[in-house]
């Protein structure tokens, strides 16, 4: 197997055309993905001697077993030796382990821009997809509802690596503020299967990747895209029926919040507000959501109006699990929500997902659903920018 490397700026995008013996080659795109974030000490170890290499002088060093990382004023304290260096490669012919969990690829050790340090796995993309799969859907799922997982984790990941943001040391984190990655999959599982059934595969809108949003549930309609973030309409990210998600334990939901803790967290967000007496949805949005929030208090001003997303955020997105909710006035001082769904809403509901395959859906079918108008072509077919 020869490797022939490209590198595709911005947003250090790597990509190899792996000449393989299958008739179907694959392209390698490389993530940087933020494992940890504003830390100071770390340890991290792999079943092989681990390289470090420093940007700075190009030096290698090797280590074994576990290996403590402290963040100094100046360089690192890597396995108690001092590096002064504010970028270092860690790199190793087995997986390496952080906090627990393990790792294909490589990691990148540098100073972050305020404080701590900034841990960052480079990570082949099938690989990265492997390790999202069993972490954002459960591996004993139908394996057809994996492999639209597959499809649309990977599409997504993609789409951050070709659309960096400016200033950003890494393409993606790795919680639900990009997509939930914990490192190699259980082997046992479907997951591996589905990752590689579906290896290379895209979802394409007029030529370009898609940026494939999904969620837990929608309660019945995922979101118009406009309708939770506002911005330019996409088309392919429009309102769609999502059915079948019956058996998700977010389909119905309530909430009891305090009024007391509802003002603190609108106190702590810089809104002057007195004491809460009630809360009144404006009009709602095409999919059922709540597009607007209007909260009469006792304080100065008297009521505050915000956005249905600002105040889920408020309110915190594991408690309030959705804008598709209504508000009841509550036993004593609080404020009683009744709700549908889990998350924002966006794209694929990965519980209807879920009935979809469990009543014969492919994983294409599945994708063209919920994403309207793409098509599923594979890496090597895209027309990547130079």
Not at 269 to 294: C, E, K, M, Q, W
Request: aromatic residues 8%; glycine residues 10%; contains cysteine.
């Amino acid at each position: 197997m020869r490797p022939f490397f490209k590198n595709l700026l911005p947003g250090s995008l790597l990509i190899s055309l792996l000449i393989a013996a299958s008739p179907l080659p694959s392209l390698a795109v490389i993530l940087d993905v933020a494992i940890k974030k504003n830390f100071d000490v770390i340890d991290i170890s792999s079943s092989a001697p681990v390289t470090i290499t420093s940007k700075c002088d190009k030096e290698k060093r090797v280590q074994t077993g576990i290996i403590r990382i402290s963040n100094l004023t100046k360089g690192f304290l890597v396995g108690g030796k001092l590096i002064n260096c504010d970028d270092l490669l860690f790199s190793s012919q087995n997986p390496i382990s952080v906090a627990g969990s393990l790792y294909m690829g490589s990691m990148r050790l540098i100073k972050g821009k305020t404080r701590g340090a900034l841990l960052i796995n480079k990570v082949e993309l099938e690989n990265y997809v492997n390790g999202v799969i069993g972490s954002e859907m459960a591996p004993g799922w139908p394996l057809e509802a994996l492999k639209a997982q597959a499809v649309a984790s990977r599409s997504y990941a993609l789409y951050k690596v070709l659309h960096p943001v400016p200033g950003k040391m890494y393409h993606l984190e790795n919680t639900t503020a990009s997509q939930v990655y914990t490192g190699l999959a259980n082997s046992r599982s479907n997951v591996p299967v589905a990752v590689e059934a579906t290896r290379g595969l895209v979802a394409v809108f007029n030529s370009e990747v898609a940026e494939t949003f999904f969620h837990s549930s929608a309660g019945g309609k995922t979101a118009d895209i406009t309708e939770v973030w506002g911005g330019g309409k996409r088309p392919y990210l429009i309102s769609r029926p999502s059915l079948f998600e019956h058996k998700s334990p977010s389909d119905r939901w309530m909430l009891v919040v305090k009024k007391a803790d509802l003002r603190k967290s609108l106190q702590e967000a810089g809104y002057d507000v007195g004491p809460l007496h009630s809360i009144r949805l404006g009009r709602f949005t095409r999919s059922g959501r709540a597009n607007s929030v209007t909260i009469r208090h006792y304080g100065k001003r008297g009521k505050l109006t915000i956005s249905g997303t600002e105040f889920r955020h408020l309110v915190g997105y594991r408690k309030l699990k959705s804008t598709r909710f209504s508000v009841y006035p509550g036993r004593g001082k609080t404020f009683m929500f009744r709700g549908r769904g889990y998350g924002h809403g966006v794209g694929m509901s990965q519980w209807s997902a879920r009935g979809m395959a469990e009543r014969g859906r492919n994983f294409t079918q599945i994708i063209k659903h919920f994403y309207r108008g793409v098509e599923i072509v594979r890496i090597e077919n895209l027309k990547l920018p130079k």
